[in-house]
């Protein structure tokens, strides 16, 4: 049986820890507050962006769609870009490991039908992790996941659009954790490009947009200038948007994550000093039993 000091020594280094994790998820739920209300901001306006984009589309016409580069599909799929959005930090349980597990996932589905995956990752855990598994990345963007800003992700979105214009990726793939509540994150797989119909063309969706127009109709709106000229603003604008929510939701289901994960270590770390202090009582009591025998048989003797 370990003696007193030793336990007591293990006590004081458990409660060390215990004091970082509580500091750890108090920092992360004062910065998963700040994420929800970004959340809560830019959903609309995503959603918004998706409908006009939709809705011009359809005024544009399916002939003036195909001409324009990030809606034509190209002839056939031979190589796709598969963007994983992860932290810059662990310490999340999970978080990371499901995306990056995700990832290797769609790339065996998609090799299984001949297509070879080029990779792309925002997070250090994400490209770390890519490039230890031998993968090679042809983009990596670290440094601003925590707190993420437009502008990077349209400089995420320039690499993948003018890698996808010049074809030399025939579609790209983004893979994230969407924030749902502090306990859960949902690995989202989204098709960025090329935009599918679902998006783009008209069809019914959840957000409860209206249905496409039939066949050889324009859509009930005057556009001004032609929706062509809206419709080629809009879709960069679409897919910078769809990453930047990816990367904000990505933020707040981290702070989530770990805010939770440091719950959890606090609440194991209260569990295991529970254990050293009956473990340091019972060698206390040991000790003291030890030191009455003694003392007995000392009394025996001398008598």
Excluded: C
Excluded at 78 to 104: K, P
Excluded at 205 to 220: Q, T
Aim: hydrophobic residues 40%; proline residues 3%; charged residues 25%.
């Amino acid at each position: 049986m370990a003696s007193q000091r030793d336990v007591k020594n293990k006590i004081a280094s458990v409660r060390n820890i215990q004091k970082i994790t509580r500091a750890m998820e108090m920092v992360a739920a004062a910065r998963l507050r700040r994420a929800e209300q970004r959340i809560a901001v830019l959903r609309p306006y995503a959603d918004a962006i998706r409908r006009m984009t939709r809705q011009a589309a359809q005024a544009a016409g399916a002939a003036e769609t195909a001409r324009m580069p990030l809606l034509a599909e190209h002839d056939s799929e031979q190589r796709a870009a598969l963007l994983l959005v992860t932290g810059d930090r662990g310490l999340a349980g999970a978080f990371n490991s499901q995306i990056i597990r995700a990832g290797i996932r769609l790339a065996g589905e998609l090799a299984s039908d001949s297509v070879d995956s080029v990779w792309y990752a925002t997070g250090r855990r994400g490209a770390s992790s890519l490039a230890f598994r031998g993968y090679d990345l042809q983009g990596s963007y670290t440094g601003f996941t925590d707190k993420p800003a437009y502008a990077d992700a349209r400089a995420i979105a320039a690499d993948l659009t003018s890698a996808y214009s010049e074809g030399r990726i025939d579609r790209v793939d983004m893979l994230y954790n969407a924030y749902v509540s502090p306990l859960t994150q949902t690995v989202t797989h989204e098709r960025l490009l090329p935009l599918s119909r679902a998006t783009i063309g008209g069809e019914q969706e959840d957000d409860g947009a209206e249905p496409a127009a039939p066949a050889g109709r324009r859509a009930l709106v005057e556009y001004e200038p032609e929706p062509e000229k809206i419709l080629a603003t809009l879709v960069p604008d679409y897919v910078e948007t769809s990453i930047f929510r990816a990367l904000v939701e990505s933020a707040a289901g981290f702070f989530g994550a770990q805010m939770t994960a440091m719950r959890s270590a606090s609440e194991n770390a209260g569990e295991i000093i529970t254990d050293y202090t009956l473990q340091m009582n019972r060698a206390r009591q040991a000790e003291i039993t030890q030191e009455i025998m003694e003392v007995v048989a000392g009394a025996e003797g001398l008598s």
